[in-house]
């Protein structure tokens, strides 16, 4: 069979050619580093400062996967009967934190897109606690509303002080609302209330 394809010009078919590359595996090919998401999570969910958590590497070193990550499990526990819901919650990610950027940067902040996509992400995170514990206490409507309450807090709380810097000075205010807003609106996509 190879001298018949030689003999027509067409030799090359058969060829092999031996790659000296090593093949990387999918989560550094993809720039996915695991150890670098998990940090990023526990400096959200412990915001203080003086728990000793490097939080500018959040704004410092901006990935994609985790925050997707997140928004992706924030939609799964959306999704309890609403499958409507997780492209809403996709696109208000999306274009909320190209929101927010804008709003950054015309208060003269400066953060790139992929830092506040990042933050905002990432942020999510006291909303999946939050609406995974909100079935247990939904009968007792004080602590329902002091559930939801935290959840939107705690987020808006993790984003603004990750992106608000001491650069904008008293016009933390200004950026903060529209972060406690944009969390209100995904905690109500999340509840459907």
Do not use: M
Request: aromatic share 14%; proline share 5%; net charge negative.
């Amino acid at each position: 069979l190879s001298s018949a394809l030689n003999s027509r010009g067409y030799g090359w078919l058969l060829e092999v050619e031996e790659d000296e590359e090593e093949l990387k595996p999918l989560l550094e090919e993809l720039d996915i580093d695991l150890t670098d998401i998990y940090y990023k999570i526990r400096c959200v969910l412990f915001p203080l400062p003086s728990l000793g958590f490097n939080r500018a590497v959040l704004k410092d070193s901006p990935d994609f996967w985790g925050p997707l990550l997140v928004i992706l499990i924030f939609s799964l526990v959306s999704l309890y009967g609403q499958f409507h819901v997780i492209s809403w919650i996709l696109t208000i990610w999306l274009a909320g934190s190209f929101l927010v950027f804008l709003l950054t940067r015309v208060l003269g902040a400066e953060v790139s897109f992929g830092q506040t996509l990042g933050v905002i992400g990432y942020s999510v995170i006291p909303l999946i606690f939050a609406a995974t514990t909100q079935p247990l206490v939904s009968f007792i409507p004080l602590l329902n509303f002091a559930v939801r309450i935290l959840g939107v807090v705690w987020a808006s709380y993790s984003a603004g002080s990750l992106l608000v810097d001491q650069e904008l000075g008293h016009k933390k205010v200004l950026l903060l609302y529209p972060i406690f807003l944009l969390y209100v609106y995904f905690y109500s996509l999340s509840t459907g209330a």
